[in-house]
């Protein structure tokens, strides 16, 4: 049994749901097919399998090591980190003018989702590298580019991303590390930052970090603040490296992704350290701004990609473990034990998590499409719908990724009983390693922000507008599916209730009570991403059960026994109604709660801001 990515879910969203293969009639992709996106796929499955999982354990026990300044990354990173390198991995979805190949995002992210699975804490090095690289390939001049994108891109130099410091975490504005102009784009950088993934380690030579610095002067805020190409060796005028005074003074100790460097650098400890400006002065949050749907897009997929494997070993342990008798015989001492899965309890489980990890699923990879069709858009009109539905999703993608795929592997842990909380079995690290997704890439909190104060509120709601609109022209040919009535209503009145709450937030916004919006923002981002995923299972319903109809004929098998016989024996026909399963699940126990939600937020309860601050605890 597979035990990272359920590979047929994967497929069937991909060219049943998404149908991806129509991507190649762009010019952009026209160069691809879906036998080359299967392809890719099965050499990612293999890497995966064969190298990233099995250094996941080793390196969550042995983790990284700081001594004299230098970090040392888990000895069993080497070698899967080479080889993925090598492989042209990094560089998947760019260009191939950069050295990549080109793929669209959604296939990449497929991709991801196997490594991720596999092994997070390895998989932060390139992807912090390729969040850099991807900052040069827009903003970078070409001299920048030639220094250092390609080394970048091909994994041959690691990129991190360095915005927090003590004071400035979510507040990103008020950092104080500071840029002091030298001329010609030069400039001597001097700070603290702190929690910096992958800031040192013995993956590579070299490190070029992206750093966000305020130059002497400038404004305070986040208007101020401009970003650097901080390379830990920097080339001389004979085009040597030399050291360029990054220091590394400690790396942190924490709860999950040992694997992981988490460093504190101090930039220009000896007043040595030099940035190069990356466009234009003062620009620095726009620009960070301008690569944060894919960075948040990623962070939303570990969670996914770390649910997705505690499904399946949850699955896999369910089926295995012998436990009680079944509730038939329950009273009978003398009953066989019975493998877990035949109890109800657990199946409940089994399926709150399989419907999950598959919204999860549909969700992230329609929010990676919607990126591919900005990309290869022919018209703006195209180019500007896409875009709209993007930036609505990301903030719900990060954030529905993170908290649900934790809560994902919390249940595998359920599940596994006892054994799930030692440390032998693998779904304690899991939701070790899975909670940072919903901390670091902006905490979901700040996502609920993003969503509620910024994209609800651009171009007078129009985002959410299209976004329905388009869902509901989907909904329409759902509607032709008789079968699919019931889960339609269901879906219906939940989308009622997102409109309710959004209204009323638009009213609470143009009054005193302008905090309600805020308070509530979390509670309207979940609903959101209930709502997004129930429609996405439920059309995932209609489409298997077209197809689940189809083998029925082809079989000619009319009655409910003659069904029952293929799926005995058809897996195809069992795939189709495990799908039309998990949104029956999804829609009747998740779904059916929109409303109570929606009436939560909309009752007015201003306790947690009218309490005061020692009403929570006297003491
Ligand atoms: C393992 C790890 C890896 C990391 N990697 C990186 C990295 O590579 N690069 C990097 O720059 N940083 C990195 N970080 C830092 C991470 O992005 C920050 O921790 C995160 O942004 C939150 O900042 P903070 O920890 O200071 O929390 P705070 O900002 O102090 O937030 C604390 C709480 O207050 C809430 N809060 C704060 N402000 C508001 C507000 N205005 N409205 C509502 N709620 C608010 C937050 O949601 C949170 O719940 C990493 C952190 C960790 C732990």
Redesign the pocket.
């Known amino acids: 049994m597979k035990l990272l990515v359920d590979e047929r879910d994967v497929s069937f969203i991909l060219h049943e749901q998404l149908r991806i293969e129509e991507l190649c009639r762009y010019p952009k992709y026209s160069s691809f097919s879906r036998d080359l996106f299967d392809m890719a796929l099965q050499e990612a499955e293999k890497l995966a399998e064969k190298e990233f999982y099995p250094a996941n354990r080793d390196g969550d026990r042995q983790g990284c090591r700081f001594e004299n300044g230098k970090v040392r990354a888990p000895d069993a990173y080497h070698r899967p980190y080479q080889h993925y390198c090598e492989g042209g991995w990094l560089a998947m979805s760019d260009p191939p003018e950069v050295g990549g190949q080109g793929f669209p995002l959604v296939v990449a992210n497929a991709c991801v989702e196997l490594f991720g699975a596999a092994n997070w804490s390895l998989f932060?090095y390139p992807g912090?590298t390729h969040g850099s690289a991807r900052l040069l390939e827009e903003f970078g001049t070409p001299e920048q580019q030639e220094l250092y994108m390609h080394k970048l891109f091909a994994g041959e130099w690691a990129g991190?991303?360095?915005?927090?410091?003590?004071?400035?975490?979510?507040?990103?504005g008020s950092l104080t590390t500071r840029a002091t102009p030298l001329g010609e784009g030069t400039y001597l950088i001097s700070g603290q930052?702190?929690?910096?993934?992958?800031?040192m380690h013995d993956l590579t030579e070299n490190i070029v970090h992206m750093v966000?610095a305020r130059i002497d002067g400038a404004p305070k805020g986040a208007r101020g603040i401009s970003i650097f190409i901080v390379p830990r060796l920097r080339y001389d005028v004979d085009g040597g490296l030399v050291d360029n005074d990054v220091a590394c003074t400690g790396i942190?100790h924490?709860m999950?992704?040992h694997g992981?460097a988490?460093c504190s650098l101090n930039f220009g400890e000896n007043g040595k350290c030099i940035g190069y400006l990356l466009g234009q002065e003062h620009t620095g949050m726009r620009i960070m701004f301008e690569m944060m749907n894919e960075a948040r897009l990623f962070v939303g997929m570990q969670g996914l990609a770390q649910g997705s494997t505690a499904y399946l070993h949850a699955l896999k342990y369910a089926k295995e473990r012998l436990q009680g008798a079944s509730a038939e015989r329950m009273k009978d001492p003398t009953a066989p034990r019975v493998p877990i899965i035949h109890h109800p309890d657990v199946r409940r489980m089994l399926m709150f998590m399989k419907s999950s990890t598959e919204g999860m699923r549909a969700l992230l990879y329609l929010a990676a499409y919607c990126i591919d069709r900005v990309r290869a858009a022919q018209s703006e009109e195209e180019k500007e719908r896409f875009k709209g539905y993007v930036d609505l999703l990301i903030p719900i993608c990060k954030s529905v990724g993170s908290d649900l795929g934790f809560r994902v592997c919390e249940t595998a842990i359920q599940i596994y009983g006892g054994y799930g909380y030692i440390t032998e079995f693998p779904v304690e690290q899991l939701l070790r390693d899975c909670k940072?997704a919903s901390?670091?890439?902006?905490?979901?909190?700040?996502q609920?922000?993003d969503l509620v104060g910024r994209k609800l509120t651009q171009k007078r709601g129009q985002l959410l507008k299209n976004a329905m609109a388009a869902m509901t022209e989907i909904l329409e040919r759902i509607r032709t599916n008789f079968n699919m009535r019931e889960l339609v209503g269901i879906y219906e009145e939940a989308q009622e209730s997102v409109i309710q709450v959004t209204k009323f937030f638009a009213l609470k916004g143009m009054t005193d009570e302008f905090q309600v919006p805020?308070l509530h923002?979390k509670p309207y981002l979940d609903l959101c991403g209930d709502a997004a995923m129930g429609f996405l299972l439920l059309w995932q319903a209609h489409l298997a059960d077209r197809r689940l109809q189809e083998i029925y004929r082809d079989h000619r098998a009319g009655d409910a026994r003659a069904q029952q016989e293929i799926l005995k024996n058809n897996r195809s026909a069992a795939f189709y109604l495990g799908k039309i399963a998990s949104a029956r699940f999804f829609i009747n126990q998740v779904l059916t709660q929109a409303h109570g939600r929606a009436r939560a937020i909309m009752s007015n309860d201003k306790s947690a801001l009218e309490i005061p601050e020692y009403g929570f605890s006297l003491g």
Do not use: H, P, R, W
């Open positions: 932060m912090l991190t991303m360095c915005m927090t410091e003590a004071q400035a975490g979510s507040d990103v930052k702190i929690f910096i993934s992958s800031g966000l942190e924490k999950g992704i992981s988490t940072i901390i670091y890439e902006g905490t979901n909190g700040i609920a922000l805020l923002a």
